[in-house]
């Protein structure tokens, strides 16, 4: 998918809105739409990158400043007992939105396990 027609990109130009969080130079972070838990917040690079698979070194600071900012968020919306975070990748990786982006998702007893074991 292209940047003109990216989701992501449309919220990061300000062509859709989002119940926005953070926003800085590089990243931005907001609520997703359609939540899986009490607190699921999305943290996205500015940049468009369709997934971690095509990350390389020139996105290691922006990746950086991201894997700072997710504990930050999480503290902000009461996820004081833990969170998780998922990176879906491909689509194998179970990802929807070409566009690199971090869930984060916690709340009380709103996690099952990581996988189901079977």
Known sequence: MSEQNCIFCKIVRGELPSN?????GDVMAFHDIRPLAPVHL???????????????DE???VLGKIMVLVPKLAKEHGLNDGFR???NTGRVGGQEVYH?????????SALGPMLRRD
Request: glycine residues 6%; hydrophobic residues 45%.
């Open 42 to 56: 999305l943290v996205i690079p500015k940049l468009h990158v369709a997934s971690l698979a095509e990350c390389t």
């Open 20 to 24: 926005k969080v953070y926003e800085d």
């Open 59 to 61: 996105h290691q600071t």
């Open 100 to 108: 690199l982006h971090v869930h984060i998702l916690g709340g009380p």
């Open 85 to 87: 975070t998922i990176i």
